[in-house]
């Protein structure tokens, strides 16, 4: 199947997007299983997501870190706010703080959240512009659990998230109804045409998951699905993903 790519891709650390879609499982633990399941996959692994909002406390920086790195798998740095899916609650100029000594890491991407941006952009402004003289690309993200907006209100995140500097346009909502679906695809759509980036547009929950599969053919370049544990409702199972994409991709 034919999907909706970038004119020409852009890279980040090596890493290409507007291609054929990634699939990202995000690591929300690290331990000895997890280890195990790295190494059985990696040949299937070209993009993880470090959500350290589940690992602070529990496992230092360096010690995730310099193993993906030493592994040579590209990977997101993400310290997810706590009100849009984060798994602690910390102030922002501690986020703020460990996203800037993640970088010493070279991630291919950070994410940072569009609504962290606009309440504290003197904290996080420094991160993304350190971020980019060292050619880290920067997703500015949108999530809401609770419901899918209007495609007007849905233009209008995006267009902030573009204003605010994004490298990758993202977008994640909840799913209710069928309609929903087809506002997140024809956004989709849309995005691919109007800018020239990177997009990761995807719904949550049960009635979501199809979007994490159609996305890909009007231009979501990343799709985030559960190999280590899942991260937000509606994931795909990383092997089911990896069949499914296979076949359509």
């Known amino acids: 199947m034919d999907r909706y790519f970038l004119k020409e891709p852009k890279v980040f650390k090596g890493l290409r997007l507007g291609e054929e879609p990634i699939l990202c499982p995000p690591i929300v633990d690290f331990n000895d299983n997890v280890k195990e399941t790295i190494v059985k996959y990696k040949g299937y692994l070209k993009l993880v997501e470090i959500r350290y909002d589940y690992l ?44 800037a000594k993640s970088l010493d890491y070279n991630p291919s991407l950070i994410d940072i959240e569009l609504n962290s941006l606009k309440r504290n952009s003197l904290i996080f402004k420094p991160v993304i512009e350190e971020a980019k003289t060292r050619g880290i690309g920067i997703i500015v993200s949108y999530h809401n659990f609770k419901e899918t907006e209007s495609l007007e209100v849905l233009r209008q995140i995006a267009h902030e998230e573009y204003s605010l500097g994004a490298d990758v346009l993202k977008i994640s909502t909840m799913v209710n109804s069928v309609d929903d679906v087809l506002k997140l695809l024809t956004l989709t759509k849309e ?35 559960d190999l280590f544990g899942s991260s937000a409702p509606g994931q795909l199972k990383f092997l089911d993903a990896l069949k499914i994409f296979e076949v359509l991709y």
């Open 56 to 99: 602070y406390g529990k496992i230092s920086l360096s010690e995730i870190l310099d193993y993906v790195r030493s592994i040579g798998l590209h990977h997101i740095f993400t310290f997810r706010r706590y009100e849009e899916g984060g798994n602690v609650m910390v102030d922002d100029s501690v986020r703020a703080e460990v996203m």
């Open 191 to 225: 995005l691919r045409d109007i800018y020239d980036l990177p997009l990761i547009v995807l719904g949550m929950g049960e009635l979501g998951k199809i979007t994490r599969i159609t996305s890909p053919f009007f231009g979501s370049d990343i799709v985030y699905v």
